[in-house]
Nanobody, 118 residues
Framework: QVQLVESGGGLVQAGGSLRVSCAASESISIYLMGWYRQAPGKQRDLVASITSGGSTNYVASVKGRFTISRDNAKNTVYLQMNSLKPEDTAVYYC?????????????WGQGTQVTVSS
């Protein structure tokens, strides 16, 4: 069982930056890692993902502003968020996903709140 702990959220003004981190309790080198976000009353949506090989993918609304990265030696994934907008306000969740013989294994962190004021 991989435990994921997010940190680094907070309150920032529009146009500012934050970096959120996701620390895993064990190696995540073989996992597809993702950052999701959920605003009040909305579904949880994928923001960015990074494969074990380092390939990245972003939702259109954050391309050019957010950067996902991973440090497998530290079992940590990061999301650098620049030029933040009020619509980026949400709880940000870390996800670890890998395939197994019976399908997929999927872990979630508890989330960290990011609030962007206008």
């Amino acid at each position: 069982q991989v435990q994921l702990v997010e940190s680094g959220g907070g309150l920032v003004q529009a146009g500012g930056s934050l970096r959120v981190s996701c620390a895993a309790s064990e190696s995540i080198s073989i996992y597809l890692m993702g950052w999701y976000r959920q605003a009040p009353g909305k579904q949880r949506d994928l923001v960015a993902s990074i494969t074990s090989g380092g390939s990245t993918n972003y939702v259109a609304s954050v391309k050019g502003r957010f950067t996902i990265s991973r440090d497998n030696a530290k079992n940590t994934v990061y999301l650098q968020m620049n030029s933040l907008k009020p619509e980026d306000t949400a709880v940000y969740y870390c996800n670890a996903l890998r395939s197994s013989g019976r399908g997929y294994i999927n872990y979630w962190g508890q989330g960290t709140q990011v609030t962007v004021s206008s």
